[in-house]
């Protein structure tokens, strides 16, 4: 799904104004009137849209972002180079996989508007799915306190060399040339060689497909795709591709984690896979299902090791 984001206009602020959340997270709620139409309509809040034009969430950013009783817990020390921003999602949109691109997206625009920035949030410690996701994007636990029953916690997102996500773009092809200007690299990451415009064509059109960018201080350094079929049910990254330069940055850990989040490596490869490269594969299970995704569904990737 792709995000746009705009000012807040006063349709908006009464839509999420009126969202209502299910237990425990009804927490959030706003609540309809003027208070909170007034909040979403003071600047500092931005929607977040489809392309369709529907309300996917919202951001903020600034001390609107903040939890006023944080103040007297020294939470929020006064720095020059910090951004508190906060984010919400429209209700039944959450729990269906959409956090991690939705949270990219908002994180994106706030880097671009605050490249030197550290980027900090308060979530409630309870918001244990929330905290997941923060921590896959670079966030670390700070100060924690209370205010009303509710344990806050801050998280802080340091400036620096962190890689980060994006959605790829045309101009992104010039990249994978010499990336995959090694036969055996080509071969390995997207089946045959050389790599053709053609290719990267084919792959920005395809409606199963999503095409992603890896940055690290801005600058490219790693693609991949996410295929997906809804009829079989399955979910497949795909073309992975890092740098040649960028090689040996952990890599081996990175694997090791699909492995802990039950990826198993295949035995029978065909004969032109390069040995040098592990193909895997996570089957299905009763927590896939669980967590909303295809019941039959499978997931595969392919990763390059040191072997």
């Not at 927590?287 to 039959?296: L, V």
Request: glycine share 10%; net charge negative.
């Amino acid at each position: 799904m792709n995000f746009v984001s705009q000012p807040v206009t006063t349709t908006d602020a009464t839509t999420i104004s009126g969202w209502a959340y299910e237990p425990p997270y009804d927490f959030y709620n706003m609540g309809a009137g003027d208070e909170s139409t007034s909040e979403l309509l003071s600047g500092s809040y931005r929607t977040v849209k489809s392309t369709n034009g529907d309300v996917i969430g919202f951001y903020c950013v600034g001390e609107s972002a903040q939890v006023p009783a944080g103040h007297e817990a020294g939470a929020y020390p006064a720095q020059p180079d910090v951004v508190d921003f906060g984010i919400g999602m429209q209700p039944e949109l959450t729990g269906q996989g959409l956090g991690t691109e939705f949270l990219s997206d908002v994180l994106n625009e706030i880097v671009h508007d605050h490249p030197s920035a550290d980027i900090r949030l308060t979530v409630a410690t309870f918001n244990k799915r929330a905290i997941r996701l923060y921590q896959r994007f670079g966030f670390q636990p700070g100060t924690e306190f209370e205010h009303n029953g509710v344990t806050f916690q801050v998280m802080i997102r340091p400036a620096g060399d962190l890689l980060w996500i994006r959605r790829a773009t045309a101009e992104d092809e010039q990249y994978l040339h010499p990336w995959l200007a090694d036969s055996r690299d080509c071969v390995g990451a997207i089946g045959h060689e050389p790599f053709r415009r053609e290719d990267f064509v084919e792959w920005m059109d395809a409606d199963d497909q999503r095409l992603w960018v890896l940055e690290s201080e801005s600058s490219p350094v790693g693609y991949g795709e996410v295929w997906i079929d809804d009829e079989g049910g399955d979910a497949e990254p795909a073309h992975l591709v890092v740098a040649p330069d960028q090689r040996g940055r952990g890599l081996g850990a990175a694997l090791a984690r699909y492995r802990a989040a039950g990826f198993e490596e295949m035995t029978e490869l065909p004969d032109w896979w390069p040995r040098e490269y592990v193909w895997m594969r996570r089957p299905n299970n009763r927590n896939d299902t669980m967590r909303g995704r295809p019941p039959n569904g499978k997931r595969r990737l392919s990763y390059r090791t040191n072997r």
